[in-house]
Nanobody, 117 residues
């Protein structure tokens, strides 16, 4: 599965962005579609996850501000980011997790988000 992320950019604090991640194959049966981020000098961290069962998970630092959604018909997962903060500045990566049995992940190339204060 190839993943193409886009939608990053420069935004002022308090602003919003919507990231998109288009997959080259069907995502309907993919265990989880995730968004990660990596800020300069920091480790990559999970931002949000959308499971095949329809559940969504958010890390505490984005709860109430970010929303993950997946459109299986378009093979695309989205991350709506509202009330952005300077600490949200990072490269955001899309991930397709095939689950605990297959233990295979696919990564997109990343899209950069910069939030100015």
């Amino acid at each position: 599965v190839q993943l193409q992320a886009c939608g990053g950019g420069l935004v002022q604090a308090g602003g919003c962005l919507r990231l998109s991640c288009a997959a080259s194959a069907s995502i309907a049966d993919i265990y989880a579609m995730d968004w990660y981020r990596q800020a300069p000098g920091k480790q990559r961290e999970l931002v949000a996850s959308s499971t095949v069962g329809g559940s969504a998970y958010y890390s505490d630092f984005v709860k109430g501000r970010f929303t993950i959604s997946r459109d299986n018909a378009k093979n695309t997962v989205y991350l709506q980011m509202n009330s952005l903060k300077p600490e949200d500045t990072a490269v955001y990566y899309c991930n397709a997790d095939l689950g605990p049995l297959l233990k295979i992940d696919y990564w997109g190339q990343g899209t950069e988000v910069t939030v100015s204060s």
